[in-house]
């Protein structure tokens, strides 16, 4: 069958399908594109002459689309994709990062990146670096360390072994990644006789792997000996839909289960075992429990350095650890009884095993007071307000002075806590909230009570600024009966918001709540709770006679920038003006943008976890001197690996 490298691709990709527990589908939804010198003629010629069943979107920015084919495939749990498709130079470079996001959340990902000639007879091309000891370099190797496969056709016939490993990748549910294949605009247009088996119908089955009998074996024998075990719900529970295990799992036994940001809303919030957020972002009732258990039962996670609090968190003497994973490599971390398989299989053998010794935890009333003690601070973090006589910013002693001052220039006092309290109680139920970086995240972590599941969707394996709005579509193209809410900051928001107008193109409604503190307010935060004053992280105009960025607080105005898209936007300044614009969104068919104006320091903060951070050794200051000091202490408390 004589075809272009291009149009073989293509026709390949159309035949690749994913069956999951007997339900099969087309692995590959559609395309996302920017054309530029580096595709248009190759990959762009092979989309015009025949796309097939896939779909050809317009991205706005490589970046944003790319993270739009993310968010996709994490909503989707991995059972559907979208490649990508960019140019050679700065169109590819672009989308490094968005590579970097999807593999360090394991999501799989297709970029399709355009390169120089593999001829090399017109070198130096068009944005093309040359570098002087290997002139087989191009800026598509920058891809090797944020792929979990990268490959370059040199050649048309290289194109079969390249996707079929690719494919292999991809669907490889413990492993997955970002995949890169370079493609030379020469090579995607030249022709070849591709073999008809080539293009063979490709069934890739999601396979339940079994745990072995000595695993099971080796984590009774430890579960036997522990009276207060805690489960740790990771990401992994969600792709492997296995969260009605993990519920009778978890009452069968009396454990209760803490969530990190990519397992929340596998179970619902409200759950009387569900404590909620654990480590750095997480709540009080996840991380007093956490503290005292004996044994840590994490499934599908990756034990991040937020969910241990830099393996600090777990404070008993004889904490063990079960990691129940289908990816070796998480399985091995923090010393564990492994069981590599997945989580649901995995689940049902253990409670078979444990039913036959009859085990029950010891608790009795801790989880039960833990969450009724989180539920009176959840109501005072949602009624927090500004103007009254008692009230003192969550995060307090850093700008108590300036807040006046904000509220001057904003015309707004709204708190970041009370908004997010009112967001939750007037969305519907079964609305997706996206979110990614800055503050938010961890305020969402603590309060956001999840009502239905697979509705939380959140990028914290990288905390990648500027996925929010991209990730928001993705989750839309993927659940488009479902309103989507992206959270983002006023510094992400600012950073990529392009893909606004892709939605609108589409005609895939998504709404964004933006909170504009006039700051990246999350690391001020940091800077500040670790000695630092205020630098370089709040939006002020420069000082003319201290040549600082310590003039006035800048004020935009981002909901008439977003009507110019043909977004229908609105401003909040008070909660009931918050209320009727979130009411009103619900009625619109476009997408959605609230301006909404919160104090600085009105974030949450902390709830008995600690974080390992790079605090200066050596300092003039006394209060970084000290903040080191107290760092060199903590790391006496916390686990060495």
Known sequence: MKLTTAQALIKFLNQQYMERDGKEQKLFKGVFTIFGHGNVLGMGQALEEDSGDLEVYQGRNEQGMAHVATAFAKQKHHGQLIACTASVGPGSANMVTAAATATANNIPLLLITGDTFATRQPDPVLQQIEQTYNLGISTNDAFKAVSKYWDRINRPEQLMSAMINAMRVLTNQGDAGAVTIALPQDVQGEAYDFPESFFKKRVYTINRIKPTDRALYEAIELIKGKKKPIIICGGGVRYSEAATTLRNFAETFHIPIAETQAGKSAIESTHPLNLGGIGVTGNAAANII??????????????????????????????????????????GKLDATQVVADAKIALEALTDKMDKIEYRSSYENEIKDAKEAWQVELKRLCETNFKSEDFKPEVAGHLDDTLVEYEEV????????????????????????????????????????????????????????????????????????????????????????????????????????????????????????????????????????????????????????????????????????????????????????????????????GYGAWWHVGVAEVSKKESIQAAFEEKEEQLKKARQY
């Open 290 to 331: 956490a503290k005292s258990a004996d044994l840590v039962i994490g499934i599908g996670t990756r034990f991040t350095d937020f969910t241990t609090a830099s393996k600090h968190l777990f404070q008993s003497d004889d904490v063990d650890f079960i990691t129940i994973n289908i990816s070796e490599f998480h399985a």
């Open 410 to 605: 904003f015309g707004s006092c709204l708190t970041q806590t009370a908004v997010i309290g009112t967001v939750n109680e007037t969305i519907d139920d079964d609305a997706i909230v996206v979110g990614s970086s800055g503050s938010l995240p961890g305020d969402l972590q603590r309060m956001w009570v999840s009502k239905a599941p697979n509705t939380y969707h959140m990028e914290y394996g990288y905390s990648c600024m500027g996925y929010e709005i991209a990730g928001a579509l993705g989750a839309k193209m993927a659940a488009p009966d479902q309103e989507v809410y992206a959270f983002v900051g006023d510094g992400s928001y600012l950073m990529l918001h392009s893909e606004l107008i892709t939605s609108i193109q589409e005609k895939k409604k998504i709404n964004v709540l933006l909170f504009d503190n006039a700051g990246f307010g999350c690391i001020n935060n940091l800077q500040m709770g670790n000695g630092m004053g205020s630098f370089g992280t709040e939006f002020r105009m420069r000082d003319q006679e201290t040549n600082l960025l310590t003039g006035p607080i800048m004020h935009i105005d981002y909901a008439q920038s977003a009507a110019g898209y043909g977004v229908k936007t609105y401003t909040a300044r008070t909660l009931d003006q918050l209320r009727d614009a979130l009411e009103d969104a619900k009625k619109q068919t476009v997408s959605t943008l609230i301006d909404i104006k919160v104090l600085p320091k009105t974030m949450t903060d």
